[in-house]
């Protein structure tokens, strides 16, 4: 049921390992009330802290919705032994991504307000040049079905245009690599305050009005 009134919001967290970026994404799922939370957890980063439930198969996801927690991990429905790649899709994880993408999108439509999506780590599914359209979709076209992303990612300079072209929030934990804080500065973080961090503080730039916002989670 599309919502051509609802604003677009896309948030990107970026930092090193260890640096507050997965506590960041924890707590955001939960001091908000979407509709509901849809989180890919392959790297088990969200249900054992936040003691939910995880999804392992299609029935389980649907069965989620209702809850408005839906975690998706996908080792029993993609398992890695007798996996076949094929074109565009090279790894269990990366199949699981793309399907539950498209079920995101598909369930998002059967009901009005907000959805939040977490994608821990999502340089791992896109580049600098190919994205998955599953992916895409969510990202390009989800405004009208109240689909809000938020990624995390220790790697920002991999991510692909499609992506950090939709971002409406950067929030900046501590980074060194330099081609990290070159591809941050781009997207409008001051990459000096970035690098100078302390672990657990971070710098949140909103990119359609220009404001800043500090703070800590640990």
């Known amino acids: 049921m599309p919502d051509f009134t609802l604003e677009p919001k896309h948030t990107l967290v970026v930092g090193m390992t260890g640096s507050g970026k997965t506590t960041f994404c924890n707590r955001y799922l939960l001091n908000t009330a979407p509709a509901c939370r849809f989180v890919f957890d392959d790297l088990n980063r969200v249900w054992p802290r936040l003691n939910v439930k995880p999804c392992y198969t299609d029935r389980d996801v649907e069965l989620a919705l209702p809850q408005r927690w839906v975690i998706f991990n996908h080792e029993r429905m993609f398992p890695l032994v007798g996996f076949q790649s094929r074109q565009g899709i ?46 895409a979709m969510l990202a390009q076209a989800g405004r009208e079905l109240g689909i809000e992303l938020v990624l ?67």
């Open 90 to 135: 090279t790894t269990p994880a990366h199949a699981a991504f793309r399907w539950f993408c498209s079920f995101i999108f598909t369930a998002s439509q059967r009901g009005p307000g907000s959805k939040i999506v977490v994608n821990p780590e999502i340089w791992r599914f896109c580049t600098a040049d190919s994205i998955p359209p599953e992916f």
């Open 152 to 218: 995390d990612t220790q790697r920002p300079e991999t991510l692909n245009p499609s992506v950090t072209g939709a971002i409406t929030e950067l929030v900046c934990f501590k980074l060194t690599s330099p081609e990290a804080l070159r591809t941050v500065r781009d997207l409008g973080a001051d990459r000096e305050a970035v690098a100078a961090l302390p672990l657990g503080s971070f710098i949140s730039y909103n990119r359609l009005s220009g404001a800043t916002l500090t703070g800590r989670v640990f």
